[in-house]
């Protein structure tokens, strides 16, 4: 568990995406939703990615295949690239999200400090369990250096009043991202999709015409624990909440048992939408309230 120091604390996450910006999800989930499968309100959920202007990334409302495919056992791929509409437009949906999730966090990704800086600000007004700096999306132009990663992390720390997430992936620099802002940040979030070439380097990826794609799914769940094992070792001390690939109750409890503080679960509550509020049944199972 992750205590936030602010009433809050983070055992099973559903990660950024699956609710969309306001938290009533995607037609896909409505069936759940409505069958009460999946309990948004029992849950710490992560809003999608909001940037301060409207961004428009690659996908297409009227075509969504061009930039999202199923490739089979679970396993997705995505060229979204922060399809947002910009931080004033989704203010609305964003509140909405914040009354619609029992521990809502909301996400947001910025190109410099000073749009860090200013996000920050103003999701001060918004009643939140937790913010997150969304550093990692894998479909951007250009990538972000570790040095402008660091300089917007300190920016939305000194400027956030809301105890701070930051997500990372498997295919940045992350331990050294990761020891320069301990004690900066609550919680490091971890993994993001993955590039294509580094989950199957030897095939060729359908949305090639995007970059190959960021991979979501079981295939990338080695990555996540990886990245835990290795963050364990460095004795950086910055809870972990780890996700990525996350499909079944015993993969969690194995996350947990490999240091991770809480775990995080997108893709696979598609196909098995039960499966956060299952893994909390687990975890209590396991270690019972005194
Ligand atoms: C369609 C789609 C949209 C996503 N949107 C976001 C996003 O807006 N912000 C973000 O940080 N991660 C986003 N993600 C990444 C997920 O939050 C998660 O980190 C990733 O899918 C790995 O976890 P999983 O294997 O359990 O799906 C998205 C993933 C998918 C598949």
């Known amino acids: 568990m992750i205590d936030l120091g602010n009433g809050h604390v983070l055992d099973v996450v559903l990660d950024s995406g699956s609710l969309g910006l306001s938290g009533l999800g995607w037609p896909s989930e409505w069936p759940a939703l409505v069958r009460r499968q999946l309990r948004p309100r029992e849950l710490a959920?992560?809003?999608?990615?909001?940037?301060?202007?409207?961004?428009?990334?690659?996908?297409?409302?009227?075509?969504?295949?061009?930039?999202?495919?199923?490739?089979?056992?679970?396993?997705?791929?995505?060229?979204?690239?922060l399809t947002n509409p910009g931080l004033k437009r989704a203010w609305p949906w964003l509140r909405l999200f914040t009354r619609l999730v029992g521990q809502p966090i909301i996400s947001f990704f910025a190109f410099n400090a000073e749009e860090a800086a200013e996000i920050a600000e103003r999701l001060n007004e918004?009643?939140?369990?937790?913010?997150?700096?969304?550093?990692s999306c894998p479909n951007v132009n250009k990538p972000l250096t570790t040095d402008e990663i660091n300089k917007i992390i300190k920016a939305a720390r000194g400027h956030s009043g809301h105890p701070l997430l930051v997500k990372l992936s498997v295919d940045q620099d992350y331990p050294?991202?990761?020891?320069?802002?301990?004690?900066?940040?609550?919680?490091?979030?971890?993994?993001?999709?993955?590039?294509?070439?580094?989950v199957y380097p030897k095939k060729p990826s359908p949305l090639a015409r995007y970059g190959g794609g960021a991979v979501s799914g079981p295939d990338i769940h080695r990555f996540a624990v990886e990245m835990n094992d290795r963050l364990e070792e460095s004795g950086i001390r910055t809870p972990r909440l780890v996700g990525g690939g996350v499909h079944t109750t015993a993969g969690a409890l194995r996350l947990l048992e490999r240091g991770a503080g809480a775990v995080a679960v997108a893709t696979a509550t598609h196909y098995n939408p039960e499966l956060p509020h299952r893994i909390i049944t687990a975890m209590r199972e396991k270690s019972p309230l005194p």
């Open 45 to 81: 959920a992560i809003s999608k990615t909001v940037t301060l202007r409207p961004h428009r990334g690659n996908f297409c409302w009227w075509k969504p295949s061009d930039t999202v495919r199923y490739l089979g056992d679970g396993n997705w791929v995505n060229a979204f690239g």
């Open 126 to 135: 918004l009643e939140c369990a937790a913010v997150e700096l969304n550093t």
């Open 176 to 198: 050294a991202i990761a020891e320069r802002i301990e004690g900066l940040v609550n919680v490091l979030h971890f993994t993001n999709t993955v590039k294509w070439d580094r």
